[in-house]
């Protein structure tokens, strides 16, 4: 399965961007897709991820209210962005995962790079 993310760039704060997530995977629908973002100096945390059957989406803390992840094709829609959520953003997806842990998902994009100025 390949994956390939894009839509990243460089926006002000409360700014937009939309990420979306091509994917090679034969069936789409079984799969779940995550969002995984690095900040500078910092480890890979969870964003946002949709369950294989559409049926749950889940947030992290950080971004509710402001990001939105497509059912349809797993982008990630990403309104009033700060400072913070400057990071290289990685879609990820496997069959089988908790949605909201990193190494349930074998399948990686190369990542797209969002920056936020202040």
């Known amino acids: 399965v390949q994956l390939q993310a894009s839509g990243g760039g460089l926006v002000q704060t409360g700014g937009s961007l939309r990420l979306s997530c091509a994917t090679s995977?034969?069936?789409?629908?079984?799969?779940?897709m995550g969002w995984f973002r690095q900040a500078p100096g910092k480890g890979r945390e969870f964003v946002a991820a949709?369950?294989?059957?559409g049926r749950r989406i889940v947030y992290a803390d950080s971004v509710k209210g402001r990001f939105t992840m497509s059912r349809d094709n797993g982008g990630l829609q990403m309104n009033n962005l700060k400072p913070e959520d400057t990071a290289v953003y990685y879609c990820?997806?496997?069959?089988?995962?908790?949605?909201?842990?990193?190494?349930?998902?074998?399948?990686w994009g190369q990542g797209t790079l969002v920056t936020v100025s202040s």
């Open positions: 949709v369950s294989g059957d």
């Open positions: 990820a997806v496997d069959e089988r995962t908790r949605l909201r842990v990193e190494p349930d998902y074998a399948y």
């Open positions: 995977a034969p069936t789409f629908s079984r799969y779940a």
